[in-house]
């Protein structure tokens, strides 16, 4: 283990002390996970609620957009915790690609910004975007515990459960409704909707865009082959609540209107019956 204080007097209160800190590093990643269930909730409907008059129209202007950078810091908190842990030793090859990819977008951009006629603001955000996460889930992977990723599959299941209903709803509602567009009265705050065929609306659960419900729909599905297969001792859910969440899970899929959420879950498909077959 590697000690960052330069006090080896205590060994034990340095052992300690890096435990505390991976605990924090753990905390801070359920958290983010959290506000990436949730920060639609915020951005969409609760937050130009609290905004509307003084706060939206002089105070807080365009306070939904900001909203969109809130898990950032804990992010890059998260990022910095785990090179204090040394916990980026011996990468995951995906992750290496993942990272190479970065390096080569950044080259990239660096060139778009000093020859081309892009606006660094635009190339940040695209980096960003497509870059930031990647070593999200392999910092998870080496700091979760095992009752932390029950925890996780847990209350996402458990989450899926009303968001099922709200999808239904968003799916049958026009797409600049409220429950689809948001409250925002500013039309250029209001979340669009591409729909999915005629008056049909392309649901969006908590998420502000169709990529985020696809992801969280993906997750749920493998989440519950995860619960099915688990030892009877071992589930986190038991009895009605497992076929409740079932059903959730199975409504969200198919209100979705998405076919990157159908593509995904045939992956998760896919990836469970050859991890099945390994195991």
């Known amino acids: 283990i590697m000690y960052f204080k330069k006090s080896y007097l205590n060994p034990t209160r ?59 810091p804990f992010v890059i ?17 995906f992750y290496l690609a993942g990272l190479s990819l970065g390096v080569i977008g950044l080259i990239l951009a660096l060139y778009e910004s000093f020859f081309g006629e892009i606006s660094p603001m635009i ?41 099922a209903p709200l999808c239904f709803l968003q799916s049958i ?28 609306s392309r649901a969006h659960g908590t998420f502000t865009q169709a990529g985020g419900q696809a992801l969280f729909i993906a997750s749920c599905l493998s ?6 297969f688990k030892n009877k001792n071992q589930k986190f859910l038991q009895g009605y609540l497992t076929w409740i969440v079932g059903c959730a899970v199975l409504v969200n899929i198919l209100v979705s209107g998405s076919r990157t959420a159908f593509f995904m879950c045939f992956i998760v498909l896919i990836g469970s019956l050859i991890a099945g077959l390994k195991s």
Do not use: C
């Open 14 to 72: 340095n052992l300690q002390l890096l435990e505390k800190r991976k605990e924090l590093l753990s905390w801070i990643l359920i958290g983010i996970y959290v506000l990436l269930l949730t920060e639609g909730i915020l951005r969409k409907w609760i937050f130009p609620v609290l905004t509307e008059g003084i706060l939206r129209k002089w105070i807080f202007p365009g306070y939904g957009r900001a909203l969109f950078f809130i898990r950032d």
């Open 77 to 93: 908190w998260a990022y910095w915790l785990g090179i204090r842990l040394n916990l980026w030793s011996r990468p995951h090859p």
């Open 123 to 163: 190339i940040f955000y695209g980096l960003r975007n497509y870059f930031l996460y990647i070593p999200l889930p392999f910092l998870m992977e080496r700091v979760l515990s095992k009752e932390q990723v029950d925890k996780v599959a847990k209350w996402t299941l458990l989450f899926s459960i009303p968001v």
């Open 173 to 200: 509602s026009p797409g600049d409704s409220p429950i689809n567009a948001g409250f925002a009265q500013d039309p250029e705050l209001a979340y669009k909707n591409l729909g999915v065929y005629g008056e049909i």
């Open 223 to 228: 989440f519950f082959i995860f619960l099915l």
